[in-house]
């Protein structure tokens, strides 16, 4: 009888120390995928300010040109400073989600928007011959092929990290020490797209 009582009392103590050993390897998986994301965020932000950068530069080198689109100038750099208070809030703390998918959606926004202005930079030759635009351009196409480049393993980090998350059984040791879902870096409803169109009409 007290031998089955020691080894009753043996399994209940490996199993709790089973436990313990196991919620703690969960536990530092999850800090080490949860700062994975949070750097490759930190990734994003650095190729985004530089394109936030670039374009009152592109702005102010075009105006010149461009007199009978000042709305539309005006357009992208209040969308460029929406964009600017949004990705800030969102790499101040890429565990929040909200934060995430403003920062996302502000940017599409402004992206939509420098579409457009592309389109009207088509229209003016003496535009698309000037020196300082086209070095501006360039560099903007360079910096949104780096900001595609750091989303995709932002992205890549965080289905990762949700993954590991949602599975059992790291999802109880989730919950319980307050590891969230983690937001992709994207649109994911299309009418945002849509709603970014704007009337370019000249006059």
Do not use: C
Request: aromatic letters at 8%; charged letters at 25%.
């Amino acid at each position: 009888m007290t031998q089955l009582l020691f080894i009753s009392v043996g399994l209940v103590v490996g199993t709790v120390v089973l436990a313990g050993v196991l919620g703690i390897v969960f536990y530092n998986r999850l800090v080490t995928l949860r700062e994975r994301f949070r750097n490759a965020f930190a990734q994003i932000d650095v190729q985004l300010k530089r394109r936030h950068d670039l374009i009152p530069n592109l702005v102010e080198a075009t105006k010149g040109y461009l007199a009978h689109e000042r709305e539309t100038l005006e357009k992208v750099i209040a969308a460029r400073n929406a964009a600017v208070t949004a990705v800030d809030k969102a790499a101040a703390d890429p565990t929040d989600k909200a934060a995430v998918r403003q920062a996302a959606s502000a940017e599409n926004s402004l992206v939509a928007l420098l579409g457009q202005f592309r389109i009207i930079q088509e229209d003016y030759p003496d535009l698309k011959g000037d020196a300082t635009v086209r070095q501006l351009m360039e560099e903007l196409t360079s910096t949104e092929n780096r900001i595609a480049f750091a989303r995709q393993h932002y992205n890549d980090a965080t289905m990762t990290y949700n993954a590991y998350r949602q599975s059992v059984p790291q999802v109880f040791v989730a919950n319980a020490a307050g590891f969230g879902p983690a937001e992709l870096f994207e649109v994911n409803d299309p009418s945002e797209r849509e709603a970014v169109a704007v009337d370019l009409g000249r006059g």
